[in-house]
C-alpha cells in the first residue's frame, strides 16, 4: 500500500505551495506524507467511515499532525476550504462527482481511479479548464483502490439463463481478460456486470435485466439491451485503432456529459454513466 499512495501522489504532481483535497483518508498514511510536504494547513482529507476516520485521526494527532479531517460523503468533496490546487481520490469511482470540478481552481487537477462494474479500470488525470470543464489523456500507472462506496456494484440474484435470440459471434469473449480490452467493453456496457470468464462469459445489466452469454462461437441475448452487440462495436473500433492501451485514451468532464474519448476529444465516444 505505501508504494501505490506515493505513486499516487507522484501522478498527482504535487509540489510545494499546493492546496490539496484528499478523498478517502483510510490510514492516514498518503494523508501525513503530504502533511510533510505541504504542512498540515494546506491538507483536507475526507473518510466516508467514521471508525476509520477515528483511526486516522488518532495515528495522524500521535506523529503531531492536524490537517482538516472530515467524515462525510468524499463525493461531495469539502466546499468549506475550496479552492483547492490538486483533489486526489484514494478511491475508485465510476465518473466523476460535479462538485469535485467546483472546488478545484482554473489549472488545478483531479487525479482519480476509474473503475466500473466489470471490473475494467484506467488512471484519470485531469486539468480544469475556466469554462468549468476538466479532461485529460488516462496515465500509464495501473492503480487501484476501494470503490467509492455509492458508486459500488448492487447486491443480485442470479441470472435465468439459456433464454434469448442466439447469433454467431464477432469477437471472443476472452477479449475480457486482457486489461484494456476489459476497459473498452466496460465503456460499452457501463450498467452491466461481468459473470464467468475466459471462453463463457455472461454479461447482466442490472438497470434493465438485459443479459448476453458468449461462448468463443455463439452469443445468446434478451431483453432491450443488446449488450454483445454493444461490446462487439466497442471492440472492433478499439482494434482499428491499433489495439492501443489506457494511454491512447481520454475523459471529458462537462456539466451535462462526462465520457471517454480514442485518440482525440472528438473521435470515437463512450459517455460514463454520470
Known amino acids: 500500500m505505501p508504494g ?71 463525493l461531495a468533496g469539502y466546499d468549506k476550504n475550496a479552492e483547492y490546487d490538486r483533489l486526489i481520490a484514494t478511491c475508485s469511482i465510476r465518473y466523476v ?25 484506467a488512471f484519470a488525470h485531469l486539468t480544469l479548464a475556466d469554462d468549468g470543464t476538466a479532461g485529460g489523456r488516462f496515465l500509464r500507472d495501473d492503480l487501484h483502490f476501494m470503490t467509492a462506496r455509492p458508486h459500488g456494484r448492487p447486491p443480485l440474484a442470479s441470472p435465468h439463463l439459456g433464454i434469448g435470440e442466439t447469433r454467431d459471434g464477432r469477437v471472443d469473449p ?38 448476453a452469454e458468449v461462448t468463443a462461437g455463439t452469443v445468446r441475448q434478451r431483453g432491450p439491451l443488446r449488450l454483445w452487440d454493444a461490446v462487439e462495436d466497442a471492440v472492433l473500433t478499439w482494434r482499428a485503432a491499433g ?17 471517454v474519448w480514442l485518440g482525440e476529444p472528438d473521435g470515437p465516444s463512450w459517455d460514463l454513466p454520470a
Open 97 to 121: 462527482p460535479l462538485p469535485w470540478l467546483w472546488q478545484v481552481r482554473d489549472g488545478g487537477t483531479i487525479t482519480a481511479p476509474l473503475s466500473g462494474w466489470l471490473g475494467g479500470g
Open 243 to 259: 489495439s492501443p492501451d489506457q494511454t491512447a485514451f481520454g475523459l471529458t468532464v462537462a456539466p451535462g456529459r462526462q465520457y
Open 4 to 74: 501505490l499512495v506515493v505513486r499516487m501522489l507522484e501522478a498527482a504532481g504535487i509540489s510545494d505551495g499546493d492546496k490539496v483535497l484528499e478523498i478517502g483518508t483510510g490510514t492516514g498514511y498518503s494523508t501525513a506524507l503530504m502533511c510533510h510536504r505541504l504542512g498540515p494547513a494546506a491538507v483536507t482529507s475526507v473518510e466516508y467511515d467514521p471508525m476509520v476516520a477515528g483511526r486516522a485521526r488518532e495515528a495522524l494527532a500521535a506523529v503531531g499532525y492536524a490537517p482538516t479531517l472530515v467524515t462525510g460523503d468524499g
Open 174 to 211: 476472452r477479449v475480457l481478460d486482457d486489461r484494456t480490452g476489459l476497459f473498452v467493453a466496460q465503456l460499452a456496457v457501463p450498467s452491466a456486470v461481468r459473470l464467468g470468464g475466459g471462453d463463457e462469459v455472461v454479461l447482466w445489466d442490472v438497470g434493465t435485466g438485459s443479459l
